[in-house]
């Protein structure tokens, strides 16, 4: 169970959700001085009203004071507009690990700090040890740590998980014990703070919907799509195409509006080589190694619970093809010790672990070879 010892000003940052709830109730039940805090972000779907109306709830029944701070303008310029600028050039932005960064453990732990706060605390399943080492939370199924590695190691010392070493199975068993009123209200889906809503639908009527070709390796028309900026490498689409079997869309190309695919995925499609831009380091030693021109070997992913994979990575350089930038040191290497179908998306977050599922950093993939 989680434990602090020292008696703190907390604020905790409620979503209207059962976690932060029970995050919330732990830390006041060890003596702590709780305080909640909603995030207003960018209401699409207008669940964020309900959203609302569950966290005062939540901080009434717990008897806290309850704050709720409007961040929508700051919420759309720092992660919406991200997002549409990303999917604009074809790639595919992570708005879960901007929103951390930039929202709950941007904005709002500096706001909650400027009340007085000696730290912040979520709903996240994620492990805090000693002198900031982010590692998984116990619950595999429910793990968030690769949504936290932008979070600023200076700021991990005063974050707390308290969720970190419980089983959602426990957390909801916690909810019910303690008579928290959104005790069986179910997960959210959609993204942080956008709410439930067609994805798709809002970038179609954000960037417009364009219909183009999709084609073969050797550009041969095969079917249609209805938008470049809809798909993502390596996912498989049943476009509108002759043989109506799906196809795996494995390059895009904005400026034709064209998508290539194939029918069946084999090994010459999958990479063993990729580079990575905006390079941020949480573990210390690994960070010295790699500016010391080291390679270090870690666990990866490129995407959420994807089963991690080992590579070696080092910063700046080139291989097989492979140019880096001439600011070498903000971009790292990644090559893994076989080809495999890992789909590392321009745009998307690779996040560096140990083998004991400590997070040791990440970087935004930019591109590989195949």
Same mark, same amino acid.
């Given at each position: 169970m989680f434990k602090k010892e020292k008696k703190e000003k907390i604020f905790v940052a409620l979503s209207g959700g059962v976690d932060s709830a029970v995050a919330a109730y732990l830390l006041k039940q060890e003596g702590h001085?709780?305080? %909640?805090?909603?995030?207003?972000?960018?209401? $699409?779907?207008?669940c964020q009203d309900s959203d609302a109306e569950d966290a005062a709830k939540v901080a009434a029944h717990l008897d806290i004071p309850f704050y709720v701070f409007d961040m929508e303008k700051e919420y759309e310029k720092r992660v919406v507009d991200y997002l549409l600028d990303g999917?604009?050039? %074809?790639?595919?932005?992570?708005?879960?690990? $901007?929103?951390?960064?930039e929202i709950k453990f941007g904005l709002f732990y500096d706001q909650a700090m400027k009340l007085g706060a000696d730290a912040v605390a979520s709903g996240h399943y994620a492990i805090l040890k000693p002198r900031m080492h982010l590692y998984e939370a116990k619950d595999k199924t429910k793990d968030q740590s690769y949504f936290l590695w932008?979070?600023?190691?200076?700021?991990l010392e005063k974050i707390l998980f308290p969720l970190g070493k419980l089983k959602k199975d426990t957390v909801r068993a916690i909810a019910r014990k303690a008579g928290l009123p959104n005790a069986d209200k179910k997960d959210s889906q959609g993204i942080c703070f956008l709410g439930k809503f067609d994805f798709n639908e809002f970038l179609k009527e954000k960037l417009g919907a364009k219909e183009g070709d999709v084609v073969d390796v050797v550009g041969n028309v095969i079917g249609s799509h209805y938008g470049v900026h809809l798909y993502?490498?390596?996912?498989?689409?049943?476009?509108?195409?002759?043989?109506n079997k799906p196809l795996y869309v494995i390059a895009k190309d904005v400026a034709r509006n064209t998508l290539t695919a194939v029918h069946e995925w084999d090994d010459e499609l999958n990479t063993d080589q990729f580079i990575t831009r905006g390079v941020m380091m949480l573990d210390v030693r690994s960070e010295k190694k790699l500016k010391d021109g080291e390679?270090?070997?870690?666990?990866?992913?490129?995407?959420?619970?994807?089963?991690?994979f080992a590579c070696d990575v080092r910063m700046g350089g080139s291989r097989n093809g492979v140019s880096l930038p001439p600011v070498a040191g903000e971009n790292l290497l990644v090559t893994l010790k076989k080809r495999q179908a890992i789909f590392p998306a321009a745009?998307?977050?690779f996040v560096m672990y140990t083998g004991r599922g400590k997070v040791l950093g990440g970087a935004i993939i930019q591109g590989y070879e195949n």
């Open positions: 001085e709780v305080l %909640g805090g909603f995030i207003k972000g960018y209401n $699409v779907d207008g999917y604009k050039k %074809g790639v595919t932005p992570n708005p879960d690990v $901007v929103c951390n960064s932008q979070v600023p190691k200076e700021r993502t490498i390596g996912q498989r689409h049943g476009f509108v195409n002759k043989t390679v270090i070997r870690v666990y990866g992913r490129c995407r959420y619970h994807q089963p991690a745009g998307q977050s």
